[in-house]
């Protein structure tokens, strides 16, 4: 099936730095959401966006939703052991099934 | 809220046998309800969605026979992998939908085939 492209597909950063990744599409959405999954469980949502342009934060985390609704970011601030993970995008049109990103895979050196 | 639980979370069986694995919405009432696979270091792929009290809808390349799906009620689907292969070990994952929110995700089962 589809996927999203996203990039980075892994990173490795230092404690306290800023992490950004980011999702592209060949298609339009009209709603973004952005999940964190650890080894073994099944994913978490992060945040969703529902509004091209849309800004959304959840504590340390900022999601975007692209203008031209085929993109999405995220950033985590000042990051922290326990954002190690996998990120996963997603897109959604109308209520249609989630199209998934590639994933990115964040591990933090102390 | 919003709680989606799946047993079990793993599972060790024999090439040829059969297994299921149930997703429950534990809080609310799940009008719809999907189940991904997952192989290592990749991405979730839909597999089918299942609405409560009719047959499941499958992607492109799913068996359906080899992956039987029941959504009996509002609060559980069940996935049967029959005759299973080593081929079929994966992580398996559930998610569940109230009318038309936002999907929540189980825990995932994880399933090896010997």
């Known amino acids: 099936g589809q996927q999203l492209n996203q990039s980075p597909q892994s990173m490795f950063i230092q404690e306290g730095e800023d992490v950004s990744m980011n999702c592209t599409s060949s298609s339009i959405f009209n709603t973004w959401l952005w999940y964190k999954q650890e080894p073994g469980e099944g994913p978490v949502l992060l945040i969703a966006l529902y509004k091209a342009g849309e800004l959304t934060s959840n504590g340390r985390l900022t999601a975007q939703f692209g203008i031209t609704r085929k993109d999405s970011f995220l950033n985590i601030s000042a990051s922290i052991p326990s954002d190690v993970g996998i990120y996963f995008c997603?897109?959604?049109?109308?209520?249609?099934?989630?199209?998934f990103g590639t994933g990115t895979r964040l591990t933090i050196i102390p | 809220g919003a709680v989606v639980s799946q047993h079990p979370s793993w599972v060790i069986c024999k090439s040829g046998t059969s297994v299921k694995i149930e997703c429950r919405s534990l809080d609310f009432q799940a009008t719809t309800m999907f189940w991904y696979r997952q192989f290592p270091k990749q991405s979730l792929m839909l597999m089918a969605t299942s609405n409560e009290g009719s047959k499941a809808t499958y992607e492109q390349g799913v068996e359906k026979d080899k992956f039987l799906i029941n959504h009996a009620s509002l609060t559980l689907s069940t996935l049967t992998v029959t005759s299973a292969h080593p081929e079929d070990s994966s992580f398996y994952i559930c998610s569940a939908v109230q009318a038309e929110e936002t999907q929540y995700f189980g825990p995932g089962t994880r399933l090896l085939v010997l």
């Open positions: 997603a897109g959604q049109f109308g209520n249609e099934k989630l199209t």
